[in-house]
């Protein structure tokens, strides 16, 4: 039977982490899919790694002596697991007892066979439904971005993020966001994993894109939810975290632009 790993990338968040991971073995616990969860700490300095044995969960813990980044670090989870399925997940976030199970359901579909990647419907602190899918960006949109166009010019550019859609539906989409990124593993691999140059940000974008030039297709499925509180460890270095969204940006822009 197919079975789902999960991958976790840590980095000085160790109370969300420690409540992700309780909700992961409530809401696992309840459908019998789960294989493994991967925890991969890039080089936390807070109490993060303490108390995680007393968590009845299959774990392998790997800790890195540096921090290598969101996509590097997936990967190397990815690396550490086997199932048929790759759930990778943000410490902020927390799962539900649908979370594991819709989406296992989806895929497992034969209808739904060319479907890559899926997320679902993501629950905010205030209660409500985040809207977080995205469309491709194009270069056009990336040079008025960059210049104000989209302040100046309000309702005359249409942004990347699908905020016009209250997200209550299911469709497909260009992109779901990497907080909740359920993955089939040969697709996985078959791309390679993540790019290693994006250090953080628009490394699942990236994938989405190369995903759907492959012949997948992702989808949004808010028949299933999560709560997800945003920022995460991002929110420790806002500074730096301008700085690798400019690059991504940056890198995102020399590789799918001519």
Not at 101 to 106: A, H, K, L, Q, T
Request: charge should be neutral; hydrophobic fraction near 40%; charged fraction near 20%.
């Amino acid at each position: 039977m197919s079975s789902i790993d999960i991958v976790i990338v840590n980095w000085n968040v160790g109370s969300q982490l420690r409540e992700c991971l309780s909700s992961i073995r409530q809401s696992a616990g309840s459908v019998g899919l789960l294989n493994k969860v991967v925890i991969v700490d890039n080089a936390s300095t807070d109490d993060s790694l303490l108390g995680l044995d007393g968590l009845d969960l299959p774990m392998i813990l790997i800790q890195n002596d540096q921090n290598r980044g969101f996509a590097v670090a997936c990967n190397q989870g990815a690396r550490a697991s086997s199932a048929d399925y790759v759930l990778f997940l943000n410490p902020d976030c927390r799962l539900f007892s649908d979370s594991l199970i819709e989406p296992f359901r989806f895929m497992e579909n034969p209808m739904n066979s060319k479907v890559g990647v899926v997320g679902v419907q993501l629950i905010n602190e205030k209660g409500y439904v985040s809207r977080t899918c995205a469309r491709f960006p194009t270069l056009f949109g990336f040079v008025a971005r960059s210049l104000g166009l989209d302040i100046l010019l309000p309702g005359a550019i249409r942004g990347f993020a699908m905020n016009e859609w209250n997200h209550l539906d299911s469709r497909p989409v260009d992109q779901v966001i990497g907080a909740f990124y359920f993955v089939r593993r040969r697709v996985f691999e078959s791309l390679g994993g993540f790019d290693e140059q994006f250090f953080v940000y628009m490394e699942e974008l990236d994938f989405s894109l190369r995903a759907r030039n492959a012949g997948w297709s992702t989808y949004y499925l808010a028949e299933a939810t999560a709560f997800h509180k945003g920022g995460g460890a991002s929110e420790q270095v806002k500074a730096q975290r301008l700085f690798y969204s400019i690059r991504s940006r940056i890198l995102y822009s020399y590789k799918h632009f001519s």
